[in-house]
């Protein structure tokens, strides 16, 4: 029986408009019939996705910053997981000397970056927050620092992606129908992503995750939606995370979110 559902938010939850009002009835819905419902996406848990977070289910566990960090309905830290200190100096001098946008993020909900950018511009746009602009080398030492991002054109990570990797920590790489052409790719610490988080989460409440269904659009949903008892993907999703998926609904748009979950639903039993 299903019982949880991890339900990413950027091109799932979240279309090129914001939230659809058809996902929210839907979620609604999902709940009223006892179906516990967790936020799992890239971004950090502040402003307008912690108040998604609250509303998918505000006495559940949400996931953040591509896993490292679960915090509760109400806004706690209740685990995170930091980088380590020299893969993230290397990250740091990287964008430097690629001139290239890198965000980092404390466990806290703290936004960081050293330059400004029209890219970047374009990101805090979309999750409705401002970064502090500080050095970054200098972040590590003053907060719980629990990922970076760099935010790239897809031309620009094209030349970029293998000197990422080489960096020795977890690449989880996402878009958004919001932002057409922009790759954010996050890096985590060894060994962390969704699926770890999930695991976290789906323990807390008493459960297997064969218990549990992911809804998602991206490669950084792709091992979360093989590991539960019932995945789904969206529309928009890359073909090879549509071939993972139990399922394929519309997208975010065309209230994807919506089906999903019906379908969920009905592998209750």
Known sequence: MIRLV????????????????????????ARRRGLHLALTTGRLGRGATLEYARRLDPEGYHIFQSGAVVYS????????????????????DLARAEAVALEAYAAGGGFFVERSARILDLHAELIALSPEHRDLHAV??????????FVVWEAEWNRLRARVERLGLDL????????????YASLTAPGVGKLTAARFVAERLGLDLSETAAIGDGRNDLELLQA????????NAPEEVQRAADRVVPPADECGLAEALNAIWRQRD
Request: charge should be negative; aromatic fraction near 10%; hydrophobic fraction near 45%.
């Open 6 to 29: 991890f339900v990413d938010a950027d091109g799932t939850l979240v279309g090129r408009q914001g939230v659809p009002e058809c996902a929210w009835q839907a979620v609604e819905e």
């Open 73 to 92: 309905g109400k806004g706690a830290v209740v685990r995170a997981w930091p980088l380590p200190q020299t893969p993230y100096h290397q990250a740091v």
């Open 140 to 149: 590590f030492f003053k907060e719980t620092v629990v990922r970076v991002q």
């Open 172 to 183: 989880h790489e996402a878009t958004s129908p919001a932002t057409p052409g922009v790759v």
């Open 228 to 235: 539960v008892g019932f995945g789904v993907a969206m529309g």
